[in-house]
Nanobody
């Protein structure tokens, strides 16, 4: 089994920066693509970003392009999301996800493993 644990969430003022991390453990050889999703109160979970197994392919939701950067360190079994120029609408629980497949999918239904989420709150 694969376990994913997010960390780094917190409170930051609008315009500020925050980095969230995800540590993978267990059968990590089964992981290929990893990504980030988020869910705000009263809203559906939405795609934020994803990265290929090698780190060479990245996809971003339109609303975070130019502000967020996804990266991974496979030697550490870690996934990161650097968030800059944060906006109040970025407030959400951020979830780390991983899939066995090679496609850098934007669909939550294509992911096999999930973390518990970490709260990111942006104040005005």
């Amino acid at each position: 089994q694969v376990q994913l644990v997010e960390s780094g969430g917190g409170l930051v003022q609008a315009g500020g920066s925050l980095s969230v991390s995800c540590a993978a453990s267990g059968r990590t050889f089964g992981i290929n693509v990893m990504g980030w999703f988020r869910q705000a109160p009263g809203k559906e979970r939405e795609f934020v970003s994803a990265i290929s197994g090698s780190g060479g392919i990245r996809r971003y939701a339109d609303f975070v392009k130019g502000r967020f950067t996804i990266s991974r360190d496979n030697a550490k079994n870690a996934l990161y999301l650097q968030m800059n120029n944060l906006k109040p609408e970025d407030t959400a629980v951020y979830y780390c996800a991983a899939r066995r497949g090679v496609g850098v999918s934007v669909s939550q239904y294509e992911y096999d493993y999930w973390g518990q989420g970490t709260q990111v709150t942006i104040s005005s």
